[in-house]
Structures are given as structure tokens and as C-alpha cells.
């Protein structure tokens, strides 16, 4: 059973930055890929940023350059430091895990946290 606690999410004026933080409650298994998606209001949750065990990152295009993505040493947190916050990045934002135990996948997602950037 993994629950993932999130934290960061917040309102902020345009230019402003926000980081988000995502732990999961245990990670014995570890966890392949740990990533952020998010959905704005009228449209479809998106994946905007993950990070594999191997270090290798993914950023939408949209975020790509203002965003920052990374584990802690623990393998057990993801955070998105978000800097340069646009109208656009507005959405809740979900945190999303993978754990691979055997021939299974095992997704767990956090239950969302408000991001608003308004002026």
C-alpha cells in the first residue's frame, strides 16, 4: 500500500515560482518512474514532467526550461520546482508514481493540489 502526501501548490502572480513536493508513504520496492501531471480547467490531464530511476527527465514542451524536475536521495520524493509560473500553468497537479514489482505495474497517484497563477 504507497500513498503519495503532496505539498507546494499554491497561488502565485505571473512570473512567480512555486515548488511542489511528492512522498510516498514507502518505497520497498522502489519506484521506476515518479512524474507530475496536471489539468487546467475544460481540458485534459496532461503529463507535464517525469523522472526515470536512470536520472533521465521528460518536460512537456510547454514547461520545458522552467520547470525542474528531481528525487531526493531517498527515492522515496519528487519534486517540480516551477519557476517563470504562466496563466496557463493553472490546473490541479497530480503526483503520479510506477512501481514494477515482477511482470506488474503498479500506478499510485497523490490526490491532487491546487496550482493558480493569477495576476
Known amino acids: 500500500q504507497v500513498e503519495l502526501a503532496e505539498s507546494g501548490g499554491g497561488l502565485v502572480h505571473p512570473g512567480g515560482s512555486l515548488r511542489l513536493s511528492c512522498t510516498a508513504s514507502?518505497?520497498?520496492?522502489?519506484?521506476?518512474?515518479m512524474g507530475w501531471y496536471r489539468q487546467a480547467p475544460g481540458k485534459e490531464r496532461e503529463l507535464v514532467a517525469k523522472?526515470?530511476?536512470?536520472?533521465?527527465?521528460y518536460y512537456t514542451e510547454s514547461v520545458r526550461g522552467r520547470f525542474t524536475i528531481s528525487r531526493d536521495d531517498l527515492k522515496n520524493t519528487v519534486i517540480l520546482q516551477m519557476n517563470s509560473l504562466q496563466l496557463e500553468d493553472t490546473g490541479v497537479y497530480y503526483c503520479?508514481?510506477?512501481?514494477?514489482?515482477?511482470?506488474?505495474?503498479?500506478?499510485?497517484w497523490g490526490q491532487g493540489t491546487q496550482v493558480t497563477v493569477s495576476s
Open positions: 514507502e518505497s520497498r520496492f522502489g519506484f521506476n518512474v
Open positions: 523522472i526515470v530511476s536512470d536520472g533521465s527527465t
Open positions: 503520479n508514481v510506477l512501481q514494477h514489482i515482477g511482470q506488474i505495474t503498479y500506478p499510485f
